[in-house]
């Protein structure tokens, strides 16, 4: 990682293991992980792509554990173990014997 940080992040760069990435290149990375995840494409690391930008596999691996996945020996090579989107519970059906149930029945 180079010493002037600082200016690396103002440019849009952001330490990711032992190097700098460019914000939208980790996003692409991001993006194609979770195209792969949803069935997309087959693998959710491209390696032509890293391999172009000149990503260390160590800063592959902290940026992907970073967006939520982990290493698998499976062919794709890495799984998604982040937060599923919570799905707020149904509200249970109100009863008329509570205190506004009155009131309820008016503004209908």
């Not at 992040?9 to 792969?36: K, N, S, Y």
């Not at 930008?53 to 998604?80: C, D, N, Q, S, Y």
């Amino acid at each position: 990682t180079p010493p002037d940080q600082t200016l690396l992040t103002r440019l849009g760069f952001r330490a990711a293991g032992p190097q700098m990435i460019r914000v939208d290149m980790a996003e692409r990375i991001a993006a194609r992980a979770h195209e792969a995840r949803a069935g997309k494409v087959t693998a959710a690391v491209d390696p032509a792509f890293v391999t172009s930008l000149g990503l260390l596999p160590e800063t592959v691996a902290k940026l992907m554990r970073e967006i939520g996945f982990h290493p698998t020996e499976e062919v794709a090579g890495w799984v998604w173990r982040g937060r599923e989107r919570r799905r707020r519970p149904r509200r249970a059906p109100q009863s008329d014997s509570h205190a506004f149930a009155a009131l309820a029945a008016l503004k209908r």
